[in-house]
């Protein structure tokens, strides 16, 4: 079998906080292979964000990794130095976050900082790089590229900015594109074209997508595979398909539940009662039980592992059968 782009393996992150060590992921395994989108999906604080900074090398300093690892090519990126880091960012995984000025530095033209990514990771001249520059400022579908690529990112819309980070991005053609709520912040019309752009490159680059959302529109768009997070823990992980037909994870069930549909639109919808825990008072046992419909006595004291329960298909839940034997109409 072919290895994987990247393997994240039993992965543990905590903080250091006024209030003491705080964990934030806790062993979290999944995959991705080359040229797939894979969605890690959950709301809020379940630690999307801090799994993907760890892939990144741009953990905070106060958070650690207490144990596990991250495979890139093969390659142990936890060993990595600062360095050699520095070079894998952009040139091999590259990542756009939710609100792109976080990433554009104002006092800048958008050429000069494409440009700047360029010349980091390869030889070449000024002249040459703000030539890629408009190349790539093309590629993202930004009109008139030659005047827009001496502007500031102050002059550009939301959604502009935005194909400007994916541009930046991708210009060093990475294998792994790692996008952070990307179209969060936008509007409905121009996160769809952020989305479809993004699909676009991906076919024409061949490059594989980690995609974080809490947004199961966005997973039904884009992703081939699907990591659903809970409270700091992979709770489930299956294809696109498979999540949306028939979810073994009641939190699964439980987000599909509370997505509009348009025969739900005007209706009030159906949300997961209660809210995601604090990481200082995580629930014995499953930490999902609080919340969940089916859970019992043995969920208040036993948490479920991530089992393989075939088909590449795993589930963290000690009634995951209960969903799985469930008619589905
Ligand atoms: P998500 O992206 O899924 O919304 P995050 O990855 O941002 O969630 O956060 C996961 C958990 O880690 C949350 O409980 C959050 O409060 C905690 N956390 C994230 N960053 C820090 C930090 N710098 N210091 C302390 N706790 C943090
Ligand atoms: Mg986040």
Redesign the pocket.
Known sequence: MKEPLLKVEDLS?S???SQGP?S??SSATFQVNAAETVCIV????????????SIMGLL?K??KIDKGEIVFKGDKLLKKTKKQMQHIRGNDIAMIFQEPMTSLNPVYTVGDQISEGLRFHRDITKTEAMHQAIELLKMVGIPSPEIRVHEYPHQLSGGMRQRVMIAMALACSPELLIA??PTTALDVTIQAQVLELMKKLKEELGMAILL?T?DLGVVADMADRVVV?YA?IVVEEASVWEIFEKPFHPYTLGLLDSMPTIESSGERLRTIKGVIP??LDFPKGCRFHPRCPFATDQCLHSEPVLENVGNGRRVACWHYQTLQNREVI
């Open positions: 992150i903080f250091t906080t705080v934030a992921v959950g709301e809020s604080g379940s630690g999307k964000s801090v799994t993907s900074l905070s106060t958070g952070d709520e974080i809490h997070m700091g604090s990481p």
